[in-house]
């Protein structure tokens, strides 16, 4: 099964907000082992889109599409969608008391006509469940071209895209899923794309897999696909020589690895923040089940704060100034005593574009991690601009709390 992915939304090309769909499908379908073939972005036009979709038959058998469902005059996806394959649109029952029900729920009184939209399929479509949206999701399964070619449509929000995803389609895209292609992979922490591959390409010379590398702050993800047993022993190959910066099989995500960890051992994280201010906090609480370990976090982004709630000791500030590393690792520890944590992480630096001196330039961060007592401090020189600077901040802070923690080994310090 080849996939396509086709976004629909001028707000989209415009950036007027990031393309989250795409991302979240691409993890997922990769994770899943069928990896889209083609990804295309397209405005809220039909003769865009009919162009998309015609480009993307050309490649794949699975198209999914998402945006342009909903009940304005720019949501055209499934009225064009049904030109397209010529078929025919009608209302289903269930759908339309759906959208009146909503309706009058939100809004109370008659339900207007164009709201309809939203309840209806193409004829011989199936329908997919929206738990947090009107719109539902649609499959449709047709010859194109001599061919069986599976249509999904999604909503285009976020929160519904990713719902209708991982409770309808998904699943049913597995039941179509040809079984002998897999793909897996996992996280390597610290390491660039050229590393990683330095170390893993001559020892795959001669195995039939496909490699591929995804380059994030604070590493790169590493997959490979091919025959099941195959792709599994050839990640365990690479592993045993990449060691501790390797996670586990199917674990691409820091954040989520440490939570894990950090559960398993029964520990209490907090964090304390400055330049990235609150960046920390968040790439933890993201992660499901987080509460289990993380108590919270102090963003002491003015000296003042760093003194009142971190207990920074004032000579310290003076002597040293916020952005050093005996200030990092005194809010590191700070933190662990405000929040009564086992371990917490800290993150001090100029991440510009202005506030840069020649001792102390823009790019300057200093990150700590505590253990149980333990402490680290690293310096690091950032590039990038004033985002890119505080997310690679992030990624270094925790990299700097795995490695505290791989330090102790599985036991308590």
């Known amino acids: 099964m080849k996939i396509a992915l086709i976004c629909t939304g001028t707000e989209l090309l415009k950036g007027s907000c990031y393309n989250t769909d795409l991302a979240f499908a691409g993890k997922k379908l990769t994770e899943a ?60 029952p269930e759908l339309q008391q759906k959208v009146e029900t909503l309706w009058a729920q939100r809004h109370g009184g008659r339900c207007p006509k164009h709201q309809y939209k939203q309840a209806m399929l193409p004829v011989g479509a199936k329908y997919f469940a929206n738990p947090v949206g009107v719109a539902s999701g649609i499959g449709i399964q047709l010859d194109y071209a001599g061919s069986r070619r599976n249509v999904f449509l999604l909503p285009g929000p976020p929160g519904e895209f990713e719902a209708v995803f991982s409770s309808g389609i998904l699943p049913e895209l597995r039941k179509l899923q040809d079984t002998s292609y897999f793909t897996a992979g996992f996280f390597v922490c610290g390491k660039g794309e050229t590393i990683v591959a330095k170390c893993a390409e001559p020892l795959l010379k001669d195995i039939p897999v496909e ?37 586990p099989i199917g674990e691409y995500s820091l954040p989520e690895y440490l939570i894990k960890m950090l559960i398993q051992r029964k520990a209490a994280l907090g964090c304390a923040e400055s330049c990235t201010g609150g960046m920390v906090a968040d790439s933890l609480v993201s992660v499901p089940g987080a509460s289990e370990c993380f108590k919270g976090g102090i963003v002491a982004y003015a000296n003042e704060v760093k003194e009142l ?26 933190v662990c005593a405000a929040l009564k944590c086992d371990c917490a992480v800290s993150t001090t630096g100029i991440a510009g574009p202005g506030g840069g001196t020649p001792d102390k330039p823009v790019g300057l961060v200093y990150v700590s991690a505590v253990y149980n007592g333990l402490t680290a401090v690293r310096e690091l020189h950032l590039r990038g601009n004033r985002r890119m600077i505080r997310e690679r901040a992030v990624a270094q802070a925790l ?15």
Not at 309 to 334: T, W
């Open 33 to 92: 082992g069928i990896p889209p073939v083609l990804e295309i972005c397209v405005g809220d036009h039909a003769d865009e889109l009919v162009f998309a979709m015609s480009s993307a038959l050309k490649v794949a058998d699975t198209i999914l599409l998402s945006g342009g469902l909903g009940p304005t005059a720019d949501d055209i996806t499934l009225e064009t969608v049904a030109r397209f394959f010529d078929l025919e649109l009608v209302i289903e």
């Open 211 to 247: 490699i591929a590398y995804t380059a994030k702050n604070g590493g790169t993800g590493f997959f490979l696909s091919g025959e099941h047993d195959t792709v599994v022993n050839a990640l365990e190959k690479v592993r045993s020589v990449l060691g501790n910066a390797a996670l």
């Open 309 to 334: 709630l971190l207990q920074v000791p004032a000579d310290i500030l003076r002597d040293h100034g916020a952005v050093s590393p005996e200030c990092a690792e005194a809010m590191a520890r700070g």
């Open 399 to 413: 990299l700097l709390l795995k490695e505290l923690l791989d330090g102790c080994g599985e036991h308590l310090c």
